[in-house]
């Protein structure tokens, strides 16, 4: 079983700019596809991005153009790259490994392992 353990979330003003990262641990994640979830107080948690285990990137509408997920298998990390920050975007954003046998990058009950959050705060 793979261990996640995301770090990066903070306080940013409207416009700014976050890097979250997540460090993969207990096994390698080359064989899995990564992905970025998030969840605001009060609601479910939702897609925002995907990197597929051949590199391919997929994204939820609200972040297309602003966020940028990317991997790397050498470091055992998955990188967001949050630009143009709205406070909409404030939530606890997860990061997700999701194993070969996953049908959907776009639902959350399709990935295996979760790390614990990392708060993301965007003032106006």
């Known amino acids: 079983q793979v261990q996640l353990v995301e770090s990066g979330g903070g306080l940013v003003q409207a416009g700014g700019s976050l890097r979250l990262s997540c460090l993969a641990s207990?096994?390698?994640?080359?064989?899995?596809?990564l992905g970025w979830f998030r969840q605001a107080p009060g609601k479910e948690r939702e897609f925002v991005a995907a990197v597929t285990r051949t590199g391919d990137s997929l994204y939820g509408d609200s972040w297309k153009g602003r966020f940028t997920i990317s991997r790397d298998n050498a470091k055992n990390t998955v990188y967001l790259q949050m630009n143009s920050l709205k406070p909409e975007d404030t939530a606890v954003f997860y990061c997700a490994a999701r194993g070969i046998w996953g049908t959907s990058y776009f639902l959350a009950r399709e990935y295996d392992a979760w790390g614990q959050g990392t708060q993301v705060t965007v003032s106006s």
């Open positions: 207990g096994r390698t994640v080359s064989p899995y596809a």
